[in-house]
């Protein structure tokens, strides 16, 4: 009995060993399972049953979904897809379950759209802009002896399509229609009325007189200067300016006579000089470029600029008589490295570092030398001085260059007059004006209404519209164009010239402007796409295609719209302002 006791609880126990085991493993494949259940998708729930009948009408209703991705853990899932454009082309895009992704190189030239990648707070974040141009608040009210729209913002000298700023001149040289270079009226009163609004928004400018023969406390300010053997300079008293001045002289071959300046903050300089002789004044300069000083030379020529191994030579003309000479030695050092035989001045990336010395050759009188942040009113007057120079018996300034508009229109020849270089040209010497009360400056811009009366084909700016609105043409092509920016800029023009000139001087310039406003008014809605804004009105006149305005023509326009709205509350203006600043984020016009 004992063995059959022992023997019963033995197999007792391997009994109850095995279910224990069993149990066990039964519920960890369970666990195993539920575990496994938090890292799967949950399969969609079944769709209920459909009779055969309604098979069609399930299948518009519940189309079959793609499976769901594989589920990711640490990082972002995508799978590669070819995408069908327009039935055209196939590009690669990427799909993230259920959203596809087109590379921005793409969407940027297919939609004309702007983005980047930047740092913000030490992360990087990519920013998209729909246009690439900025609409200014616009200063209230307009005044004529105010900052002109926002062209403190402009540097007109640094384009690449001015050649140089001339030295005999004092202006900008024009390649935009030709590489050999022309003086556009347009370019010079936009760098006369950039460098007005400039001096009246930027801090008046540093100033370091480095040599002048007149006493101060008693005795003459005058740098360190150094003669070669067999030159001179010496103190005299220059009777048509009846004050001391340096009198130098230099044998030829020799180094001259110089100046130590070693100035590394400014780089604008000017002098008072007059010479008696073929001779030279030039500015050594240590730039960031290894190796020699450049130098940059104003010589007694006609030569508008030259450059050859580390060597700028700009001429000033024979000045026989006392003027001043002010060069900006970043732009004549950069214009001369860069000149090329093409219409784009090259890009460079020298810039100086330090004005080093100014050098004297020849025989002549120099004085009140200095360094300077900036010279926005020489700039200014240098503008204004040429306006004056070279206005015509027609009261113009004629453009001495063929200008090609495009295909259809009629090549304008050298000679034409432009109603935006009228416009700009009376801002400018209403500036100039009311700032010397010269009535000189004021003739002259009320003289420059003349082209504003004359038809475009008698050689004058004139155009009708449907044959009942003026337009004062930019291009006087045949047939017309009708820009709409130089239309606005005269307009413009002539507003500053009835303002400043008063009811009786300056009743035709209102006349003018009033029938220029009736006629913007009339024809603004046709400058409209519904997303932008248009240059001209070619497709109308053509019968082409519309010359859409890029988007610094687009805000160019609202700009002005802006300047027009805070002379005349004409409600158009406003809704045009608003309607037209939506399209520079996206915004459409309503579809049927």
Not at 100 to 117: A, C, D, I, M, T
Not at 182 to 206: C, D, M, V, W
Request: charged share 20%; aromatic share 12%; glycine share 8%.
């Amino acid at each position: 009995m004992r063995c059959l006791a022992a023997r019963v609880n033995y197999k007792t126990l391997i009994i109850i060993c095995a279910l224990f085991t069993l149990i066990t493993v039964l519920l960890w494949n369970r666990c195993s399972s539920d575990t496994a259940l938090h890292f799967l998708p949950r399969a969609p729930p079944a769709a209920p049953s459909a009779k055969v009948g309604d098979a069609n009408s399930q299948q518009q209703q519940h189309p079959p979904q793609p499976p769901e991705p594989p589920p990711v853990v640490g990082g972002i899932k995508y799978e590669e897809i070819d995408c069908l454009i327009n039935d055209d082309a196939t590009i690669k895009g990427r799909r993230e379950g259920g959203d596809v992704y087109l590379p921005f190189s793409w969407v940027e030239k297919y939609f004309e759209v702007y983005g980047k990648v930047v740092q913000y707070d030490g992360y990087d974040r990519f920013e998209f802009q729909h246009s690439y141009s900025k609409v200014y608040a616009q200063r209230e009210p307009y005044h004529p002896d105010g900052v002109f729209m926002s062209f403190e913002g402009y540097n007109v000298e640094v384009r690449d399509r001015v050649k140089c700023i001339s030295g005999v001149e004092g202006v900008p040289l024009s390649t935009q229609w030709g590489p050999q270079g022309y003086f556009y009226a347009i370019q010079i009163a936009q760098y006369g009325l950039s460098h007005y609004s400039k001096n009246l928004t930027e801090r008046p400018p540093h100033v370091e007189l480095y040599d002048t023969a007149e006493e101060r406390d008693g005795r003459p300010l005058g740098g360190p200067w150094s003669l070669s053997k067999g030159c001179s300079l010496s103190r005299v008293h220059d009777k048509a300016r009846a004050t001391f001045v340096r009198q130098f002289s230099t044998t030829e071959g020799s180094e001259g006579v110089s100046l130590q300046l070693g100035n590394s903050k400014d780089f604008i300089v000017s002098f008072d000089l007059k010479f008696s002789s073929n001779g030279s004044v030039s500015v050594v300069l240590e730039t960031t470029e290894k190796g020699a000083p450049f130098v940059i030379h104003y010589v007694t020529s006609t030569q508008l600029i030259a450059f050859r191994e580390r060597e700028v030579t700009y001429g000033i003309g024979p000045r026989t008589a006392w003027s001043t000479v002010t060069r900006d030695l970043v732009t004549d050092l950069r214009k001369g490295v860069g000149l090329s035989n093409t219409k784009a001045v090259k890009a460079t990336k020298i810039m100086p570092r330090r004005v080093v010395r100014l050098v004297l050759q020849g025989r002549g009188a120099i004085d009140n030398v200095t360094i300077a942040t900036t010279a926005h009113t020489a700039a200014f007057y240098a503008a204004s001085d040429w306006l004056l120079r070279n206005q015509d018996e027609r009261g113009g300034w004629p453009i001495m260059v063929t200008r090609k508009l495009g295909e259809g229109f009629r090549p304008l020849e050298p000679g034409w007059y432009s109603a935006m270089a009228q416009g700009q040209a009376m801002s400018t010497l209403v500036r100039a004006y009311l700032l010397t009360k010269d009535q000189a400056y004021l003739n002259a811009a009320l003289r420059a209404t003349g082209p504003y009366k004359t038809p475009a084909e008698q050689h004058g700016v004139k155009a009708v519209f449907m044959n009942k609105y003026d337009w004062y043409e930019e291009y006087p092509t045949t047939p017309s164009s009708f820009v709409l920016n130089g239309f606005i800029y005269s307009l413009i023009g002539l507003y500053d010239l009835a303002e400043t000139a008063g009811d009786q001087l300056g009743r035709e310039a209102g006349q003018l402007f009033s029938r220029g406003m009736e006629s913007l008014k009339a024809m603004l809605p046709l400058y409209d796409t519904g997303s932008g804004s248009i240059y001209d009105l070619r497709h109308f006149m053509l019968g082409t295609a519309p010359n859409l305005a890029r988007w610094d023509y687009h805000t160019t326009h609202i700009n002005q719209l802006q300047l027009l709205a805070s002379m005349d509350n004409a409600p158009i203006f406003r809704d045009v302002i608003k309607r037209w600043k939506s399209y520079l984020k996206g915004g459409r016009a309503k579809h049927n």
